[in-house]
């Protein structure tokens, strides 16, 4: 599976980002889908997870209700959505497939280029 991500940028805080996740070489339906970010000078953390149908997601604390993670599995693609953006959700956003409902740790050992997200106070 070939991830790309997209869409970050430079935004206010108390904006709003919506970034995405292309996937291509697999069978993108089959997996359980998650954002990961990480800050300088910090190691990846989990952000949100997604299953295969979208119905189920979970998110990590510090994001929960501001962002919301969805996907289509037509176009192969994971999006996420980012509202209330703080500084400290500065960071590179990464996607990677995760093992099942719950799960906050990557299934695949290799990632994308990311993409930036920086939250200007």
């Known amino acids: 599976v070939f991830l790309s991500e997209s869409g970050g940028g430079l935004v206010q805080a108390g904006g709003s980002l919506r970034i995405s996740c292309g996937t291509s070489?697999?069978?993108?339906?089959?997996?359980?889908m998650g954002w990961f970010r990480q800050a300088p000078g910090k190691e990846r953390e989990f952000v949100a997870g997604?299953?295969?149908?979208?119905?189920?997601?979970w998110y990590a604390d510090t994001v929960k209700g501001r962002f919301t993670i969805s996907r289509d599995n037509d176009k192969k693609m994971v999006t996420l959505q980012m509202n209330n953006l703080k500084s400290e959700d500065t960071a590179v956003y990464y996607c990677?497939?995760?093992?099942?409902?719950?799960?906050?740790?990557?299934?695949?050992?290799?990632w994308g280029q990311g993409t930036q997200v920086t939250v200007s106070e």
């Open positions: 990677n497939a995760v093992s099942g409902w719950g799960v906050t740790s990557p299934s695949l050992t290799w």
């Open positions: 997604i299953t295969t149908s979208g119905t189920g997601t």
């Open positions: 070489g697999g069978a993108f339906a089959w997996y359980d």
